[in-house]
């Protein structure tokens, strides 16, 4: 039984970024059951496709789009298509992002801090850019980043991640100053340490991580991506309607120690 027209997303049109795996995938499932239609995006093609046909299977309204967030063409490209699709863009949850390099600062690769201000940063940018033109011609809409605790906390030996994650608060911020009176929302979820692909990788290169992590969070434990989802949920939705800017830790309490 599906609940597509009913729900805190009822008939509302949600674009995803980095809907191929971990949160982004949960955000996928939570948005499409609570009644959005949903347009799936990242570059991985067939998880994409899987995770949509699933969707469907489950008679949701699903559809996808490869695109690299770093690729304003290629954004361009995803919004036109959740519109070609489902008729407009009411929702974004930009979570596309990368990076668990951990390297003292005066050691990391140029070129790691690129990828990493390239999918965070500018595929971010890329993506505000693209929704704001596509949500103004309807009226408005709503709008949630994905930060990290590394957005409003210093965590050691990842600075690039940490400055990235900063900018998209920023970007958060300014864009919802800039839109409140044009009618769109726009806020960010800073999550903890979330069981997603590219951390279960990171614990499995690095068993001593994951029990400091839990020992700095006061629930002690990792979240998993549905949690995010949900905070995420809330926020695109009409019941959030007078929170904007608001950069949300779902972070087990990590940030208030
Ligand atoms: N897990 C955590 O502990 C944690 C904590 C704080 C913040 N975050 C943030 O949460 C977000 C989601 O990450 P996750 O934890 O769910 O990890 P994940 O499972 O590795 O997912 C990352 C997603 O981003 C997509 N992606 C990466 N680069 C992209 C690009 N250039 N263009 C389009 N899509 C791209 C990936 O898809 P493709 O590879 O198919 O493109 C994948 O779907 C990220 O912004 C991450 O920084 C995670």
Redesign the pocket.
């Known amino acids: 039984m599906t609940t597509q027209g009913s729900g805190l997303l009822a008939d509302k049109v949600a674009l995803i970024?980095?809907?191929?795996?971990?949160?982004?995938?949960?955000a996928a499932r939570v948005f499409a059951r609570e009644g959005a239609s949903v347009l799936l995006?990242?570059?991985?093609e067939k998880?994409?496709a899987d995770l949509a046909d699933a969707l469907q299977e489950d008679g949701y309204k699903a559809r996808y789009a490869v695109?690299?967030?770093?690729r304003s063409g290629e954004v361009a490209e995803a919004v036109r298509a959740a519109v070609e699709h489902f008729g407009r863009l009411d929702v974004a949850f930009n979570?596309?992002?990368?990076?668990v390099e951990q390297t003292p600062l005066h050691l990391m690769d140029d070129q790691v801090y690129d990828r990493i201000m390239?999918?965070?940063v500018r595929?971010v940018w890329n993506c505000l850019r693209h929704e704001i033109t596509a949500m103004l011609e309807t009226g408005g809409g709503a709008i949630v980043n994905?930060?990290?605790?590394?957005g409003l906390v210093a965590t050691p030996v990842a600075a690039p991640?940490v400055t990235s994650?900063h900018a998209v608060v920023g970007l958060t911020r300014a864009a919802a100053a800039e839109y409140a009176a044009q009618g769109i929302r726009v806020n960010a979820v800073?999550?903890?340490?979330?069981?997603?692909?590219?951390?279960t990788e990171w614990f499995r290169n690095n068993p001593a991580v994951e029990p400091t992590l839990h020992r700095l969070t006061p629930q002690s434990r990792?979240?998993e991506?549905g949690e995010?989802a949900e905070a995420a949920a809330w926020l695109c939705s009409d019941r959030a309607s007078f929170a904007t800017g608001v950069i949300l830790p779902v972070d087990g309490g990590f940030t208030i120690l």
């Open positions: 970024t980095g809907a191929s795996s971990g949160i982004g995938a949960a995006v990242a570059r991985r998880q994409l695109a690299d967030v770093a979570n596309a992002g990368y990076g390239d999918t965070n595929g994905t930060s990290s605790v590394g991640y994650k800073a999550p903890g340490t979330t069981r997603s692909e590219m951390v990792t979240a991506p995010i």
